[in-house]
């Protein structure tokens, strides 16, 4: 079973350079979440789509949007790349609505702007 | 402001110890509790969720959750090197804008040495 699938697993940017991180999910679970996270700061939510259709920002929004695809893929775009964005980015789904379900996370992105 | 906190480590245990992993929590609201472990250069792996008051034992792992203290544990026995890596602590809510969101805390790295 896939689970999670992110792409790519490595990325190497210049700044102002713009990307998209790709997750895809084969769950059908119907809530996804972009992380990031970076040494001593634990995950941080960049946004999260609690159902097909809809996008909510996290705590650390600035610099990111999103796009829910259809239920399977929830994709990250960085428009401008700057250091700050250097981190590892995960992508993560739950099944319904609610927290109560546990979150299962992709394998990673390693992203380094320079 | 919705924290979850953890003791940074490293937490050190010899082999066949029980190695006990600590959170607390700030919002007494919080109705979803779980744990993931990180290897490094992984992503994290959910190993243990609790919901109600009381222990939860799965294998060699108890969770174990005080609402009234807003404490919740993980305790493993007859530690292995295996299980050396970091343990997230993740907290959820369900009302609101907080809907289906986890928070984590920074995470313990724990070193279970032979």
């Known amino acids: 079973n896939a689970g999670v699938t992110q792409t790519p697993k490595f990325q190497v940017l210049k700044t102002g350079q713009s990307m998209t991180l790709q997750c895809a999910q084969d769950m059908n679970h119907n809530s996804m979440y972009w992380y990031r996270q970076d040494p001593g700061m634990g995950l941080r939510l960049i946004y999260y789509?609690?159902?097909?259709?809809?996008?909510d920002k996290g705590e650390v929004p600035n610099g990111y949007n999103v796009s829910r695809l259809n239920k399977r893929e929830f994709s990250l775009r960085l428009e401008s790349a700057a250091p700050s964005q250097t981190s590892v980015y995960f992508c993560?789904?739950?099944?319904?609505?609610?927290?109560?379900?546990?979150?299962?996370f992709g394998d990673g992105t390693r992203l380094s702007i320079l | 402001q919705k924290e979850v906190e953890q003791n940074s480590g490293p937490l050190s245990v010899p082999e066949g110890a029980i190695a006990s992993l600590n959170c607390t929590y700030s919002?007494?609201?919080?109705?979803?509790f779980f744990w993931y472990r990180q290897y490094s250069g992984k992503s994290p792996e959910l190993i243990m969720f609790i919901y109600s008051n009381g222990d939860k034992e799965d294998g060699r792992f108890t969770a174990q959750l005080n609402k009234a203290s807003q404490y919740v544990s993980l305790l493993i026995r007859d530690s292995q090197p295996s299980d050396s890596a970091t343990y997230l602590c993740a907290v959820g809510l369900d009302r609101g804008s907080t809907l289906g969101r986890l928070y984590f805390g920074r995470g313990t790295q724990l070193t279970v040495w032979p």
């Open positions: 919002d007494r609201g919080s109705q979803s």
């Open positions: 993560a789904s739950s099944d319904l609505t609610g927290s109560n379900q546990p979150q299962h």
């Open positions: 789509s609690a159902s097909e259709g809809t996008t």
